[in-house]
C-alpha cells in the first residue's frame, strides 16, 4: 500500500508570496490534517480535513488556509509569506480522525522563505 | 490549551528499558493519547496509543494513570536503531466545541550507545 506523498518536497519561496503544498493521503484514509515542525516551536498542530470539511483547526493565522477534495487529497495554502513560515510541513492521513486513530505521516515538505 | 512537557533528552544502552514520561494537563476526557518516533528528515512514525491503564504491542509498552495527566512510554532493550526523537500527542477540548485541538509534546531526544 502506497504511503502518504507530498509535493514538492522542497520549496524556496520569497517574502509576500504565496505558496501551495500538496497532500496525497492513503488509499482510503479520510482524513488529512496537517502540521508545522520548526526548531523553535516543534511540531504543531495547523489543522484537520475529514471529506472535504475542515473540522478542527490549530491556532494560527488565517493566512494559513487549506481544502480537501472528493478523492482525499488535500492541499495547503499559504498567502503573503513572512520568514518566520520557514518550516518542514507534515501531512498525515488516517481512516476516521486524527486522535483516536494512528496517523500516518508524509516526508514533508520543506519550505523556506527568503 | 493543553500543555505538554517531557525531558529533552535521554541517554540509554543497548539493552536497557527506557522509559519517556509526557506530562500533559487539560486533556480531552475523550481522546487517546499517541506516541510517535521521528528519525532525521523523516515524518513522525506512529508506535502506540492508549486511552487508560496500559497498552502493549510488539514494540512499546503505555501506562497511563487513572488521571490521564501523564503517559509513560517504555521501549524495552532498545537498539542503536531506536535512536530518535519521540513525541507524545494528546488532544485538547477545542476552544470551539468543534472538535479537539491536537497538541504535540516538546519531543524527547533519545540517544542509544553501545
Known amino acids: 500500500k502506497a504511503g502518504v506523498t507530498q509535493t514538492p518536497r522542497y520549496l524556496i519561496k520569497t517574502r509576500g508570496q504565496q505558496v501551495t503544498l500538496s497532500c496525497s493521503p492513503i488509499s482510503g484514509h479520510r482524513s488529512v490534517s496537517w502540521y508545522q515542525q520548526t526548531p523553535g516551536q516543534g511540531l504543531q498542530f495547523l489543522f484537520e480535513y475529514f471529506s472535504e470539511t475542515q473540522r478542527n483547526k490549530g491556532n494560527f493565522p488565517g493566512r494559513f488556509s487549506g481544502r480537501q477534495f472528493s478523492n482525499s487529497r488535500s492541499e495547503m495554502n499559504v498567502s503573503t509569506l513572512e520568514l518566520g513560515d520557514s518550516a518542514l510541513y507534515l501531512c498525515a492521513s488516517s481512516l476516521w480522525g486524527t486522535s483516536s486513530y494512528e496517523q500516518y505521516f508524509g516526508p514533508g515538505t520543506r519550505l523556506t522563505v527568503t | 490549551l493543553a500543555k505538554t512537557t517531557q525531558p529533552i533528552s535521554m541517554d540509554s544502552y543497548e539493552g536497557q528499558e527506557v522509559n519517556i514520561t509526557c506530562s500533559h494537563n487539560?486533556?480531552?476526557?475523550?481522546?487517546?493519547i499517541t506516541w510517535y518516533q521521528q528519525f532525521p528528515s523523516q515524518g513522525p512514525r506512529f508506535i502506540i496509543q492508549g486511552y487508560k491503564t496500559k497498552v502493549t504491542n510488539e514494540v512499546a509498552s503505555l501506562f497511563i494513570p487513572a488521571d490521564r495527566k501523564s503517559s509513560t512510554l517504555s521501549l524495552p532493550r532498545v537498539s542503536l536503531s531506536d535512536t530518535a526523537v519521540y513525541y507524545c500527542l494528546v488532544g485538547d477540548k477545542g476552544l470551539t466545541g468543534g472538535g479537539n485541538k491536537l497538541t504535540f509534546g516538546t519531543g524527547t531526544q533519545l540517544k542509544v550507545e553501545l
Open positions: 487539560n486533556i480531552a476526557t475523550n481522546d487517546y
